[in-house]
T-cell receptor, first 114, second 112 residues
């Protein structure tokens, strides 16, 4: 079964440092997403990406966040200057055009900011 | 603000019983509805999707949608201990492209 792959699985960074979280969506999917889940809280939408541009973003996705699809397979989330409150599990998801199979989530990257 | 509400639980049922999970949503423009299962420390895993009013069955799972009442439910028949997890209700406005809005989830515990 096709999978969404995320790397690294766990990243520890110091406050103020830049981090890049990486995702390889399912190859024939067209819509890409980043979500985050702070420990004990709900899954929150950050941003969606379609046709090489941001199609929707939430209030959480401020200027310190950016996304990129640098080639035909990778999809990255960059956090420019991490804060303690950025500590969370970050999930990448992708979806095909028809969406019959819903949104497929990757296994996540646990980001710990110290 | 678009909201998805779920009873956080825990919902405790004995093995073999029916577990009933409920969800309400605020945005009347919502068109796509999903149930995900999430084990502790893991990513959400899609169980069911439903787009039309009525029931949709898949194995032991039945999703029910009532758009007039803005209500979605998930029934799990013959519950197993392996069904113990947090069940997330998620909603989006269109069938493709738009973001999923999640509820906080209902924790289900199935005792053997």
């Amino acid at each position: 079964e096709p999978e969404v792959t995320q790397t690294p699985s766990h990243q520890v960074t110091q406050m103020g440092q830049e981090v890049i979280l990486r995702c390889v969506p399912i190859s024939n999917h067209l819509y890409f997403y980043w979500y985050r889940q702070i420990l004990g809280q709900k899954v929150e939408f950050l941003v969606s990406f379609y046709n090489n541009e941001i199609s929707e973003k939430s209030e959480i996705f401020d200027d310190q966040f950016s996304v990129e699809r640098p080639d035909g397979s990778n999809f990255t989330l960059k956090i420019r200057s991490t804060k303690l409150e950025d500590s969370a599990m970050y999930f990448c998801a992708s979806r095909d055009r028809g969406g019959a199979y819903g949104y497929t989530f990757g296994s996540g990257t646990r980001l710990t900011v110290v | 603000q678009k909201e998805v509400e779920q009873n956080s639980g825990p919902l405790s049922v004995p093995e073999g019983a029916i577990a009933s999970l409920n969800c309400t949503y605020s945005d009347r423009g919502s068109q796509s509805f999903f149930w995900y299962r999430q084990y502790s420390g893991k990513s959400p895993e899609l169980i069911m999707s439903i787009y039309s009013n009525g029931d949709k069955e898949d194995g032991r799972f039945t999703a029910q949608l009532n758009k007039a009442s803005q209500y979605v439910s998930l029934l799990i028949r013959d519950s197993q201990p392996s069904d113990s997890a947090t069940y997330l209700c998620a909603v989006s406005q269109r069938q493709a492209g738009t973001a999923l809005i999640f509820g906080k989830g209902t924790t289900l515990s199935v005792s053997s």
